[in-house]
């Protein structure tokens, strides 16, 4: 199987799993979400908060490709363009990590080690943006295809819980200690032709950079 990764764009939007295309959970707020689920703007509001971190942040998503054909997807983003997350109840995420908010692999790959393979592409490129650490909320009743990462999951690739919970718990991947895991990811996603390349990151708008700001200093 021929395999390469490419970012998550405008222009490659269309190729997420149908459920996931107009998805808006971890983009709106819950009550901003459930506004624009009524007025069918879903669509539209995941366009433009693309479009936004784009321009504010770079790169936020990895589409992963099988011969030519979406196999699987991440997201990914500072907890700053993440309103959702004040819903969790193991919130607020550390300030030295850049969330790993949702993602999928299509039935068909399930078991082809993929899901491996995007969170290492998504960990290679926070490392070079100068991040500490990749944090997610995980699902540990997980039942099926959601917005949420099974907990299993996580902690199969290398997450570890840092504030445990029933259901949400918060894992944290550290990249600059896991020193073996770094080599072999660091391996296994410059295999890909096409990696992911970032784009540079450009100033935040002032809204965003006091958030961040505040958030470095609690």
């Known amino acids: 199987m021929a395999r390469r990764l490419e970012p998550l764009t405008l222009a490659n939007l269309d190729e997420l799993p149908v459920p996931c295309r107009g998805c808006v959970f971890w983009e709106l707020d819950p009550v901003t ?45 500072p907890a700053a363009y993440l309103p959702r997350i004040q819903a969790f109840p193991t919130a607020p995420p550390s300030s030295d990590a850049v969330i790993l908010a949702t993602g999928r692999i299509l039935p068909r790959y399930l078991g082809t080690g993929l899901g491996k393979i995007l969170v290492q592409a998504v960990a290679k490129d926070v490392l070079k943006r100068g991040f500490r650490a990749v944090e997610a909320f995980g699902d540990s009743r997980w039942d099926g295809p959601g917005c949420v990462w099974p907990t299993d999951f996580l902690q199969a690739v290398g997450f570890t819980v840092v504030r445990d919970h029933p259901r949400n718990p918060r894992l944290r991947l550290d990249l600059r200690s896991t020193i073996t895991w770094r080599s072999e990811m660091e391996a296994a996603v410059d295999r890909l032709m096409g990696a992911i390349r970032p784009e540079p990151a450009r100033p935040a708008p002032a809204a965003v950079r006091d958030t961040l700001t505040r958030e470095s200093e609690t």
Request: charged share 20%; glycine share 8%; no cysteine.
């Open 33 to 77: 979400q459930r506004q624009a689920s009524r007025n069918g703007d879903t669509q539209l509001e995941k366009e433009a908060w693309l479009s936004q971190v784009l321009l504010d942040w770079g790169t936020a998503g990895v589409v992963l490709y099988v011969d030519d054909a979406p196999a699987g997807f991440a997201v990914y983003a």
